[in-house]
Each structure stands twice: as C-alpha cells, then as structure tokens.
T-cell receptor, first 114, second 114 residues
Framework: AQTVTQSQPEMSVQEAETVTLSCTYDTSESDYYLFWYKQPPSRQMILVIRQEAYKQQNATENRFSVNFQKAAKSFSLKISDSQLGDAAMYFCAYRSAGNNDMRFGAGTRLTVKP | DSGVTQTPKHLITATGQRVTLRCSPRSGDLSVYWYQQSLDQGLQFLIQYYNGEERAKGNILERFSAQQFPDLHSELNLSSLELGDSALYFC?????????????FGPGTRLLVL
C-alpha cells in the first residue's frame, strides 16, 4: 500500500524568508499524482499545488514550487517570500492513477514569525 | 471558498446515536468524496460516489454508509457512534471520476461524540 511520510511535524520560518517542507512516499506504481494541501486554522483544506508523476518539470504556483524527485520518491514544497498568511498545517498527498483513494501524510505545522 | 458546502458545521451527540452529514458539491461536479480527519488516524479517505453510484471505497467502517442523490448532493450516515468517531469529516468534489482531477474540499463538519 502506498504511504506518505512527512518527517517534520513542525517548521518555523521568518516572514519574507524561504522554507522547504519535506515529503516522501512509497509506491510501486509509475503513474500517480502528488499534491500539497494547506489547512489554516479555519480547517478548510486548500489545494496549494499538484504534480503529475509523468511530468519531469517541477510545478510552480506563484510563491510555491515543488522539487519532485521521482527516483527518490521525494516531493518537497518550497515557499518563497513567506507571508503571515502562510501559517497553517501542510499536508502532502498521493493519488494513484489507478484509483481515487488519496493518501495523506501526517502534516507539517508551519509557523511564520513576523 | 471552494464552492463545496457542508452542513452542519458542528454536531454534538452521544455514543450509540446516529447522525447524518450533508454535502453539496460544486456546481457541475459529479464526483463526491468523503474523508475523516481525526487526531489518531490523520486524514483518511472513506468513500467516493460518482453520479449516484459508489465508485471507490477506503477505510470506511461498516457502521458508516453514504449515498449520492439525483441532485448530486451526498449524505454520510454514521450509526452506533463511538467516542473514537469524533473527528472532522470533509466532503470534496471533482467534475468527473478521473483521478487526475483536483478535488475541492468543503469546510468540514466537526463531530463530537460524548
């Protein structure tokens, strides 16, 4: 079964600095999708960025970018120019191309210091 | 605002009781997914419906059931409730059933079983 591991329960970053959140996953499949979701104190799950495994180019969404290393099964999220509103729980998620069962990591709580 | 609505926002009930959680997907979305987020289990996929039919099943207990109605709204029924069922229950939706589609999450229903 696929598993998703986020090894950093908590991270902290200074406002305007850059922070990288780590995620690794375990799978024997070659076709899949990876996601980063943000959960602010409101508890709403908000999609931050997604990556298709068949694409070699790393996804980018404004200040958010990923470092996708397929061979290493690693999918880290980089947040540039951190803002106070970035403070939240961040979940890494894996979804097989063969089914709709999305697997989530345990989450990383990001604190942004002013 | 994702366009997915869930009611009620909060629910407090007693062990042994039965509750129904409701979800309205984004306009035009045919797929609905249910997730449970608890402190000990993290975020888990429960079940997916597509255009009224069950499509995928995750870690859903036999005491739980769901359905999707002709107007595409969905209900998650939880019965014989136990203390451990206390959690945040999310509904998400996507346009069709393709795994590459992004899922948009609702605000969640917080269930407390006393």
């Amino acid at each position: 079964a696929q598993t998703v591991t986020q090894s950093q329960p908590e991270m902290s970053v200074q406002e305007a600095e850059t922070v990288t959140l780590s995620c690794t996953y375990d799978t024997s499949e070659s076709d899949y999708y990876l996601f980063w979701y943000k959960q602010p104190p409101s508890r709403q799950m908000i999609l931050v960025i997604r990556q298709e495994a068949y694409k070699q180019q790393n996804a980018t969404e404004n200040r958010f970018s990923v470092n996708f290393q397929k061979a290493a099964k690693s999918f880290s999220l980089k947040i540039s120019d951190s803002q106070l509103g970035d403070a939240a729980m961040y979940f890494c998620a894996y979804r097989s191309a063969g089914n709709n069962d999305m697997r989530f990591g345990a989450g990383t709580r990001l604190t942004v210091k002013p | 605002d994702s366009g997915v609505t869930q009611t009620p926002k909060h629910l407090i009930t007693a062990t042994g009781q039965r509750v129904t959680l409701r979800c309205s997907p984004r306009s035009g979305d045919l797929s609905v997914y249910w997730y449970q987020q608890s402190l000990d289990q993290g975020l888990q996929f429960l079940i997916q419906y597509y255009n009224g039919e069950e499509r995928a099943k995750g870690n859903i207990l036999e005491r739980f059931s769901a359905q999707q109605f002709p107007d595409l709204h969905s209900e998650l029924n939880l019965s014989s409730l136990e203390l451990g069922d206390s959690a945040l229950y999310f509904c998400a939706s996507s346009p069709r059933v393709n795994v590459q589609e992004t899922q948009y999450f609702g605000p969640g229903t917080r269930l407390l079983v006393l």
